[in-house]
């Protein structure tokens, strides 16, 4: 029984996928060993494709329709389509009680505030993403993903990409962001690149997942990622790295 | 070996302590069974004898200078002075390691982004609280408190507090922040009152702090408290009464 891993389709394929999200549900599908394939789906194609599959929508759009994203997997053992990062985490570790918890110890409420919290301080960050998202992409879903984003934020992307005295401001802020994530890591008895210690586990997955889509999409040569791995004792450069084993890309 | 615990005085005492910070530090040394006694510190107090004691500050004045707050205890089996709730916690977990675990699991990492998750949330409980606050302090305390908000908000706690359709707009806030917090904890999978499941932790010592603060502030039966306990399904009251064996004021 092999599940299926519904991902994004981007021209950084195959070294690398494009989304976090996704990144999140590949770290647990690896993590607990269980056999899977990935689908990669065009950026436009995923609201059909979901629709006719019956994966549920994750969110609603600004005119309040429903919302359809990758991440999703099918199950064939259960048959169960489950769409979500954060819900497929969740589901894997019910179905498969086991293999490694991604929620170890009872710490999923705990995991879903860390994980609230961890986007909550990267407000900063989207200025230096959307746009360079966009041309990651196919010519068709780069088009579809232009227009939507557009209908979203009331302005198209080359505008959100912060110029000047802005992009300072902004980056300093992104920095700042990450300093507050980087605290929590240091609370921590262990002071290690695991948030729990000795065992890596959902919140880890989040930030790896995070950090590995932004060296993507920036470039591992590029000024941006130079700047993050310097940032903070250096610390986010073993954190990056540290969920290679589970990478793999099936 | 008694520790000492530097607490607000304040006229809701005997029956209630003030603070949510001190009450966290109070949770940690009852839930612990750690002899204690507490002594009260008039607010205008808290700077000329912490500084006496060489206690440290836990943060900055708007003007740069250093802030001393209470909690703070003193541990006479080592000599130490411990100020702010998180570090009181960590001290108390590291020095007394055969007690029960503020932070099991190594969950210190995930606690602290949770509480900092949690009070983030609540930014529009505070134009609820403040004024409410300094009418519970003696006089002196009263007119300093009232003194040093205003330094640092620029304006008089009167006119912090939202009137009207503002006041309306911020008690929906104060609800959808809560409502968050409340998401948090239904996602665990006992869906229990604790985080973690069947054991309190660091994350409930603060949630219920604050819960039980808003209620000794506004009184237990003012129209704000019984809102309180009738969002999100009503689980607040669960959640407020749920530490009531670790409320010993010693």
Redesign the interface.
Known sequence: MTVTLYDLAATTLPKDPLSPNTRKARYCLNYKRIPYKTQWVEYADIEPLFKTLGIAPTSKKPDGSALYTVPAIYDPATGAYVSDS?AIA?YLDKTYPDTPKIF???????????D???I?NLGAMWGFVLLAAATKLSPASEEFYRRTRRETFGKALEEMVPKGDEAVKAWKAFEAGLG??D???Q????KGVY????TPSW?DFVVVSVLNALRTLWGEESKKWKDVLLWHGGRWKARAGSLKEFETIL
Chains 1, 2 share one sequence.
Do not use: H, K
């Open positions: 954060f969740q170890p110890s009872g710490t999923v409420s705990l995991q879903a505030a860390f609230d919290a961890f909550g507050m994530v605290a929590w890591y609370r921590g008895e262990g948030l729990l210690g000795n919140g």
